[in-house]
């Protein structure tokens, strides 16, 4: 069964240094996200792409945040200046069209010491 | 702004029971809700999306509803086993696209 994968797992950086996480989205699916989720909190949205432009974002996507799909396949998000609270787990979807179900990679755990 | 509530926050019970988890949220305007399954540390699996049209969904023992109307969404989980032990997460989709997530119910079914 065709399944979102997330790499890295686990990544730990210093306060102010630049991230890249990375996602493979179901192939054939039209709609990409990124959420995150602080240790003990509810899982919250960040932002989603579609037709190679964010299509939304929350107030948590500042301009220290952006997304790119380089390729066909890879799907990314890149912190420039990380901060302590940025440490999350962060989760990649995807779905096929906007009203459909969502399937979720198994997420990067970010640490920022 | 749209906000989802899950109670109880944490559940106990013994194997064979069976449970209602219990969802509720602010605004009626959704196009469908979903509930995942998170185990500790772990991401985040689907167990069953309802449109907003239908009024319940089924997968094995899992049984979920939609009372769009009165913002409420219930999970029924049919003769519990320990392998169902996670937290279970409620989410709407109320803005065609982006998940609002409540904060999960944590089960914890002993042997």
């Known amino acids: 069964e065709p399944e979102v994968t997330q790499t890295p797992s686990h990544q730990v950086t210093q306060m102010g240094q630049e991230v890249i996480l990375r996602c493979v989205p179901i192939s054939n699916h039209l709609y990409f996200y990124w959420y995150r989720q602080i240790l003990g909190q509810k899982v919250e949205f960040l932002v989603s792409?579609?037709?190679?432009?964010?299509?939304?974002k929350s107030e948590i996507f500042d301009d220290q945040f952006s997304v790119e799909r380089p390729d066909g396949s890879n799907f990314t998000l890149k912190i420039r200046s990380t901060k302590l609270e940025d440490s999350a787990m962060y989760f990649c979807?995807?779905?096929?069209?906007?009203?459909?179900?969502?399937?979720f990679g198994p997420g990067t755990r970010l640490t920022v010491t | 702004k749209q906000e989802v509530t899950q109670i109880p926050a944490a559940l106990s019970v013994p194997e064979g029971e069976n449970l209602v988890l219990n969802c509720s949220f602010t605004d009626s305007a959704i196009y469908n809700l979903q509930w995942f399954r998170q185990d500790p540390g772990k991401g985040l699996t689907s167990l069953l999306l309802i449109q907003s049209s239908q009024r319940e969904q089924t997968s094995g023992r899992l049984n979920a509803s939609l009372d769009k109307s009165s913002g409420r969404s219930t999970l029924y989980i049919a003769a519990s086993q320990p392998g169902d032990s996670a937290t279970y997460l409620c989410?709407?989709?109320?803005?065609?696209?982006?998940?609002?997530f409540g904060k999960g119910t944590m089960l914890l079914v002993s042997p």
């Open positions: 792409f579609y037709n190679n432009e964010i299509s939304e």
């Open positions: 989410a709407v989709n109320s803005g065609y696209s982006t998940l609002t």
């Open positions: 979807a995807s779905v096929l069209a906007g009203p459909y179900e969502q399937y």
